[in-house]
């Protein structure tokens, strides 16, 4: 019901920036968007939080991009980006978009993007 696709991923040297795109369409009704969020998973490493940003913009972020990542979102474009300042070696990973939804009949579900791949050269 709800298609997340991710962009604006690719290699870049350390301290150089990034901007990643990720396009939500939406196939079925749903009821709300309740947050966006952007993920990443370095390799042999779990997936872990990178930025999030609810319905009533409150935004978190993890510790080690405090200060370095901006996430923001365009309601009219369905589309939330993860800015990258400063960028280093250890943001190396591939980067996924995550919707938490509420569907009809008050289900929520967690929808993902396929990733896109973030490197950072030294």
């Known amino acids: 019901q709800v298609q997340l696709v991710e962009s604006g991923g690719g290699l870049v040297q350390a301290g150089g920036s990034l901007r990643l795109s990720c396009a939500r369409a939406?196939?079925?009704?749903?009821?709300?968007?309740?947050?966006m969020a952007w993920y990443r998973q370095a390799p042999g490493k779990q997936r872990e939080l990178v930025a999030y940003?609810?319905?009533?913009?409150?935004?978190v972020y993890a510790d080690s991009v405090k200060g370095r990542f901006t996430i923001s979102r365009d309601n009219a474009k369905n589309t939330v980006y993860l800015q990258m300042n400063s960028l280093k070696p250890e943001d190396t990973a591939v980067y996924y978009c995550?919707?938490?939804?509420?569907?009809?009949?008050?289900?929520?579900?967690?929808?993902w993007g396929q990733g896109t791949q973030v490197t950072v050269s030294s």
């Open positions: 995550n919707a938490d939804v509420t569907l009809p009949l008050k289900v929520r579900r967690d929808y």
């Open positions: 940003i609810n319905s009533l913009d409150n935004i």
């Open positions: 939406v196939s079925r009704s749903i009821l709300s968007i309740n947050s």
